[in-house]
Nanobody, 115 residues
Framework: QVQLVESGGGLVQPGGSLRLSCAASGSIFSINVMGWYRQAPGKERELVAYITTGGVTNYPDSVKGRFTISRDNAKNTVYLQMNRLKPEDAAVYYC?????????WGQGTQVTVSS
């Protein structure tokens, strides 16, 4: 079973940038689609990006043009570059397969966007 550990969150001002990392304890090569999700207080968890093994990506309109997902299968790591952050981007960010696998949820990494 793969364990996923997210990192890179923190406090950033509106308009700032963060790069999140998701390190897998095992190989993610067999997971065709990897995604980043987020959950803000009082809201449901939502998908913010996904990437296939072949590098095809997809984003919802809320983050399109600001967020970029990438993966390094050799390093078993998935990244999320977040630019031009907005207060509404504040949430706990998680990585998982897409669709998500119940046993793969990690602790997430907190992103706070505030001046």
């Amino acid at each position: 079973q793969v364990q996923l550990v997210e990192s890179g969150g923190g406090l950033v001002q509106p308009g700032g940038s963060l790069r999140l990392s998701c390190a897998a304890s095992g190989s993610i090569f067999s997971i065709n689609v990897m995604g980043w999700y987020r959950q803000a207080p009082g809201k449901e968890r939502e998908l913010v990006a996904y990437i296939t093994t072949g590098g095809v990506t997809n984003y919802p309109d809320s983050v399109k043009g600001r967020f970029t997902i990438s993966r390094d299968n050799a390093k078993n790591t998935v990244y999320l570059q977040m630019n031009r952050l907005k207060p509404e981007d504040a949430a706990v960010y998680y990585c998982n397969a897409h669709p998500p696998l119940h046993n793969y949820w990690g602790q997430g990494t907190q992103v706070t966007v505030s001046s």
